[in-house]
């Protein structure tokens, strides 16, 4: 689980998931349940055991493996039981100078001494062992802190055969046509003495600097963005979860998930990371035509810049293909947002917008978040068990962490061109609690907001800081404020408190 605790995977589809690694520039690993790291261009994979008094424990064939991220962060934990405790794997990914790499640490957490054995393979005609390095095709896939205890290279992939064997210490070296090389190191680890491992992406030198470490400095760009305090501890997480998930995607290969990720950036105050995912949106426009959905959701993130940061993106230049491409997976609320969008710099384009938006809008009734605030507004809301599901979800290993922030953010604010709604649609498990959140950036401004209760009626207290809209170049007249708390309650004054009518 990513909440912090250890949690035996228990459900089936658990198993087939992972976790990435990466940092500013993208995801660069992938570890599966049992702390195997497979390197997402390099095709090889690092697997881990445990020789312990009674045995060895191979950790992709063991029950007794539990996984989570630290802190909820892109750097993974591995607890595997042994006789008298833990071993505990943590591995984050790291940039240097010569590229990036992945450090691996080992912390034998149990009664007594144990024995650690990485293993690498993958498609390699070439395996070898050589000092404190295990190469492959004359590459470095492994360095160790210290010079292994034993050694071992095979020609048949069948690693682990020979570490229960127990191979001895030395240089070591295993070629194979069929590519089916593998090698292992075995290193001695004594209780609560770090053993720590890197493995070259680039196959530059990687510092071996403590995971923990890395997930700390993860912790400190989350907290520059916009922050929620909630009644859901679960969710709480879900939101730090969801800001570093965002900003690993902005790095990514995914146009799709890409689009996700600005939005949510951009809502959150991080719009320089926010810029990052479009540019990789704007590279596979150019460079393909999109699927309609792909399409629909990279209008929404070139609209975003321009509605909330006020920066020009590429949506003049890329609205009319990307409309025809989304299709009849374009709805009305990403067509507003478009036209608004384009108003400032090219305004016969958001004249079409405005056309083709008329026809839809008679059409169907609107999707998402068009229409009158007062139809938005949803009190408690009864799908508050799918909302904790998708933050449940979010929160496990290997869960879409995009999800769960995407979900909360949709519980606390919602707009349109003319108005925000604080509170549009709160799970009913939150009622008479007093959530607060902290510089969301909607497209009338910076917005944060309390509730607190007296009796049944709660109080809101609210503050929007409008943006420089000579900066943005976006017409905005002021826009109503609502709540969904109270659904009779409207104001346009941009900061305030107000006792509403019960919930």
Not at 84 to 93: E, I, K, L, P, Y
Not at 475 to 483: E, F, I, Q
């Amino acid at each position: 689980m990513a909440d912090g605790t250890d949690h035996p995977q228990t459900m089936a589809g658990d198993y087939e998931r992972t976790e990435l690694l990466g940092d500013l520039d993208g995801p660069v690993a992938a570890v599966d349940r049992a702390g195997t790291i497979a390197l997402l261009d390099a095709g090889l994979r690092v697997g881990w055991a445990v020789g312990a008094g009674d045995r060895w424990h191979i950790a992709a064939e063991e029950t007794a493996v539990r996984t989570r991220l630290v802190d909820g962060m892109p750097v993974t934990a591995t607890a595997m039981r042994v006789p008298g405790g833990d071993v505990v794997q943590r591995a984050a990914a790291v940039r240097e100078p010569s590229g990036p790499g992945v450090v691996v640490e080992f912390v034998n957490e149990s009664a007594g001494p144990v024995s650690v054995a990485l293993a690498v393979s993958g498609s390699i005609s070439t395996a070898q062992v050589r000092g404190s390095r295990l190469l492959a095709d004359g590459r470095v896939a492994l360095e160790l802190d210290r010079t292994p205890g034993g050694a071992a290279a095979v020609i048949d992939g069948e690693i682990w055969e020979v570490v229960r064997s127990g191979p001895r210490a030395g240089d070591c070296e295993a070629r194979s046509r069929s590519s089916l090389s593998a090698a292992a190191v075995l290193v001695p680890l004594a209780v609560r003495v770090p053993l720590r491992v890197t493995v070259p992406v680039a196959g530059g030198p990687v510092e071996a600097r403590p995971p923990e470490r890395v997930a700390a400095g993860w912790l400190a760009l989350v907290s520059r963005a916009a922050s929620v305090a909630l009644p859901d501890e679960t969710a709480e997480r879900a939101w730090r979860r969801g800001i570093a998930a965002c900003v690993l995607a902005a790095g990514g290969a995914d146009p799709a998930v890409a689009s996700r990720a600005a939005v949510v950036l951009d809502r959150v105050g991080l719009p320089d990371e926010a810029d990052r995912a479009r540019e990789l949106i704007l590279r596979a426009v150019e460079g393909s035509r999109l699927p309609a959905g792909d399409a629909a959701a990279a209008l929404r993130a070139l609209a975003s810049r321009r509605l909330r940061s006020g920066r020009v993106s590429g949506l003049a230049e890329w609205a009319g293909p990307l409309v025809g491409a989304a299709g009849d997976q374009l709805d009305t609320v990403t067509l507003e947002q478009v036209s608004s969008a384009l108003e400032p710099e090219a305004p016969a384009a958001a004249r079409d917008a405005r056309r083709l938006l008329a026809v839809m809008s008679a059409r169907a009734p609107t999707h998402g978040g068009g229409g009158s605030g007062q139809r938005r507004i949803r009190r408690w809301t009864a799908s508050g068990d799918r909302v904790a599901a998708v933050v449940r979800d979010s929160m496990a290993f290997g869960g879409d962490g995009l999800a769960g922030i995407e979900a909360v953010l949709d519980c606390l604010v919602d707009e349109a061109a003319d108005h925000v709604v604080m509170a549009p649609a709160l799970p009913a498990a939150w009622r008479g609690a007093s959530p607060d959140a902290l510089s969301i950036v909607t497209r009338h401004g910076t917005l944060s907001f309390s509730v607190r209760w007296h009796g049944s009626r709660p109080a809101l207290l609210w503050d929007l800081t409008p943006e420089d809209r000579s900066r943005t170049g976006v017409h905005d007249d002021g826009a109503v404020l609502r709540c969904g708390l109270d659904p009779s309650w409207a104001v346009s004054e941009p900061s305030g408190e107000a006792l509403l009518d019960p919930a």
